[in-house]
Nanobody, 125 residues
Framework: QVQLVESGGGSVQAGGELRLACAAS????????MGWFRQTPGKEREFVGG????????LYADSVKGRFTISRDNAENTVYLQMNSLKPEDTAVYYC??????????????????WGPGTQVTVSS
């Protein structure tokens, strides 16, 4: 079992930045694909970005490409989501997710086995 806990959410003005962290426990995540998703009330949870197990490859949703960066520190069992140039439409609850896989990145939430409880990000105009 892998337990995930997100942190770093909060309120920020448009144009600002936040750095989310996803701390894992229970198992080392060095062989896990990690993903970030977000959800607003009444909408489906959407893919934000993902990173493969080694950290050599990332994939981003078009809506965040060029503004968000995912990284991972397998020694610290933590994955990060650096969010720059934030917009009001980035307001959501952000979740991290994990899937045991040696390669690839998954953009569909049903492929992930473990989820954190989420952290709220609010961007005001």
């Amino acid at each position: 079992q892998v337990q995930l806990v997100e942190s770093g959410g909060g309120s920020v003005q448009a144009g600002g930045e936040l750095r989310l962290a996803c701390a894992a426990s229970g198992r080392t995540i060095s062989s896990y694909v990690m993903g970030w998703f977000r959800q607003t009330p009444g909408k489906e949870r959407e893919f934000v970005g993902g990173i493969n197990a080694s950290g050599s490859s990332q994939l981003y949703a078009d809506s965040v490409k060029g503004r968000f960066t995912i990284s991972r520190d397998n020694a610290e069992n933590t994955v990060y989501l650096q969010m720059n140039s934030l917009k009001p439409e980035d307001t959501a609850v952000y979740y991290c997710a994990a899937r045991a896989a040696a390669r690839g990145i998954y953009i569909t939430q049903r492929w992930y086995d473990y989820w954190g409880p989420g952290t709220q990000v609010t961007v005001s105009s």
